[in-house]
């Protein structure tokens, strides 16, 4: 008997739950469906998000600043030629930036091609330029003699790694989860819009129906005069 009764509980409870389930998706107004699912395709079609339009931005401004600031240490060490000669063509690691401005480019390169141009999903290609980067300028404010020229020897190393710090940061917790969450929305309205369209009788909102109100005065009034009229057929 217990085993009857269990049988029939869960027969009953799955059977509510399928009834809730199909009073939900006949809930659904198919005209806000296609309207999310029309507004999330034109997201898909400009083929890059807003968020991560504005990493692209930023990573921009990463190489445009460090440059700018690479020039005017040029400019403040002698004239931007001979300071330009003895940096680029005498390179030395222990004293010159331009090396400071190839990482730069090197960042530059690798997140605009991983996250413009291949719309990479995955924080790997920011996870090996932070590396690289951070890797570099603890060598390189280590070993080299930066400090002694002044306050580029602090201000270019230090702008950099901020820099790509503050890259990995809004990637990680900006772009990646933000339009993780809109495919995730994507996913859940088309999911609703199909089982709605395989429910029959699912109704749209010029498809349903109300009878006209039945005035029930008058039933009443028609009553009363056929009650009135009984005594005079009796005489």
Not at 64 to 90: A, P, R, S
Not at 107 to 124: D, E, G, M, P, S
Not at 167 to 192: C, G, H, I, S
Request: charge should be negative.
């Amino acid at each position: 008997m217990n085993h009857l009764r269990d049988e029939m509980d869960n027969a009953l409870s799955g059977s509510q739950s399928s009834q809730a389930s199909l009073r939900d998706v006949h809930s659904i107004n198919p005209t806000q469906l296609m309207a999310r699912i029309e507004s999330y395709e034109g997201r898909e079609k400009k083929g890059i998000s807003d968020v991560r339009r504005t990493f692209c931005l930023f990573v921009t401004f990463d190489l445009l600043f460090v440059t700018l600031l690479w020039i005017i240490e040029l400019n403040v060490n002698g004239g931007i030629e001979n300071t330009l000669e003895k940096e680029v063509v005498h390179y030395d690691y222990y004293s010159s930036y331009f090396d400071i401005f190839l990482l730069a480019v090197f960042r530059f390169k690798v997140l605009i091609l991983a996250y413009a141009v291949c719309r990479l999903r995955h924080w790997w290609a920011i996870a090996l330029t932070t590396a690289v980067a951070s890797a570099f300028l603890l060598a390189k404010v280590i070993l080299s003699k930066l400090f002694s020229q002044g306050a580029f020897g602090y201000v270019l190393p230090i702008i950099s790694f901020i820099l790509a710090w503050i890259e990995t940061w809004f990637l990680d917790f900006k772009v990646l989860p933000q339009e993780a969450e809109e495919v995730n929305r994507l996913l859940m309205v088309q999911d609703a819009s199909e089982r709605a369209a395989l429910i029959p009788g699912a109704l749209s909102d010029g498809q349903f129906y109300s009878p006209p109100e039945s005035d029930a005065g008058s039933d009443e009034e028609a009553d009363e005069k056929q009650d009135s009229e009984k005594p005079l057929l009796d005489l």
